[in-house]
Nanobody, 122 residues
Framework: QVQLVESGGGLVQAGGSLRLSCAASERSFSEEAMGWFRQAPEKERKFVAAISWSGGSTIYADSVQGRFTISRDPAKNTAYLQMNSLRPEDTAVYYC???????????????WGQGTQVSVSS
């Protein structure tokens, strides 16, 4: 059972930056992708970004393209989400997830972290 632990959330002013980290307890052969989703209050959880462990290929939601960067360090079993030019609408709980394919849907993501709060003030 893969366990994921997020860190790095907090409160920041609009235009600021935060870096989220997601540490995996182990690497499963079948879990090729790491991703980030977010859920704002009273809204559904939505895809943010994903990356493959092996080749580093990435995909992003249109709303964060050019502002957020996902990366990974296989030696540390850790994925990161660098968030720049933050906006109030980025406020949400951010969840790390591990899955079998790099995708922008829930399909194939089997493990989830507890989430970390990101709040952006105007």
């Amino acid at each position: 059972q893969v366990q994921l632990v997020e860190s790095g959330g907090g409160l920041v002013q609009a235009g600021g930056s935060l870096r989220l980290s997601c540490a995996a307890s182990e690497r499963s052969f079948s879990e090729e992708a790491m991703g980030w989703f977010r859920q704002a209050p009273e809204k559904e959880r939505k895809f943010v970004a994903a990356i493959s462990w092996s080749g580093g290929s990435t995909i992003y939601a249109d709303s964060v393209q050019g502002r957020f960067t996902i990366s990974r360090d296989p030696a540390k079993n850790t994925a990161y989400l660098q968030m720049n030019s933050l906006r109030p609408e980025d406020t949400a709980v951010y969840y790390c997830t591990a899955g079998t394919v790099v995708a922008d849907t829930f399909y194939g993501y089997n493990y989830w972290g507890q989430g970390t709060q990101v709040s952006v003030s105007s």
